[in-house]
């Protein structure tokens, strides 16, 4: 039962451009969501996080936004780097825990 | 300041066998987190330990078993090793276990091969 779900496993995007990563979730307990970057040989990396009283949190060229009507998150890089190529995933976290659920990730590559 | 260390890095292991996986926090953190991802997964959290108890716990049988020092670092134990267990596990640290607050720093891993 996959409650957090990265549907594309790739994405490749020029640099310079908008990179869109997107999320959805199927639990409605969920509140506080996160996007961690993993590179190869490395833990993940917290990136960004919201919550769930919030539909946006920006920081840098990271923006974030919830529709929670939808159950989806997408994640936002602009202008889009060679350095942001990274497997990104996002996480939930249900209400009052301190778990997190991690989708199973997407893997950006960001191109000349 | 060091973050988030395992050990070891790499760890070759028979079914039916049992495994010892170390993680020391990061500087001033006090609170470990365990997690495994499997090949092409997300992680997935195992447990979390908070003044030397485990405080939650995800859908893992009690093979996994773990436990936390005075000094905050934490042991992995899984017994009777399957090849299912085969994954990367995951250390997670952070000041505290409400992760609302606090976002958890991760350590590189510790990769499982079980044959």
């Known amino acids: 039962d996959q409650q957090v779900k990265q549907n594309s496993p790739s994405l490749s995007v020029q640099e310079g451009r908008i990179s869109i990563l997107n999320c959805d979730y199927t639990n409605s307990m969920f509140d506080y969501f996160l996007w961690y970057k993993k590179y190869p040989a490395e833990g993940p990396t917290f990136l960004i996080s919201?919550?769930?009283?919030?539909d946006k949190n920006e920081d840098g060229r990271f923006t974030v936004f919830l529709n929670k009507s939808a159950k989806h998150l997408s994640l936002h890089i602009v202008p889009s780097q060679p350095g942001d190529s990274a497997v990104y995933f996002c996480?939930?976290?249900?209400?009052?825990?301190?778990?997190?659920?991690f989708g199973t990730g997407t893997r950006l590559q960001v191109f000349p | 300041d060091a973050g988030v260390t395992q050990s070891p890095t790499h760890l070759i292991k028979t079914r039916g066998q049992q495994v010892t996986l170390r993680c020391s926090p990061k500087s001033g953190h006090d609170t470990v987190s365990w997690y495994q991802q499997a090949l092409g997964q997300g992680p997935q959290f195992i447990f979390q330990y908070y003044e030397e108890e485990e405080r939650q716990r995800g859908n893992f049988p009690d093979r996994f078993s773990g436990h936390q020092f005075p000094n905050y670092s934490s042991e992995l134990n899984v017994n009777a090793l399957l090849l299912g267990d085969s994954a990367l596990y995951l250390c997670a640290s952070s000041t505290g276990p409400n992760m609302y607050q606090e976002t958890q720093y991760f350590g590189p891993g510790t990769r499982l091969l079980v044959l």
């Open positions: 919201i919550s769930s009283i919030k």
């Open positions: 996480a939930a976290a249900p209400y009052n825990t301190d778990k997190l659920i």
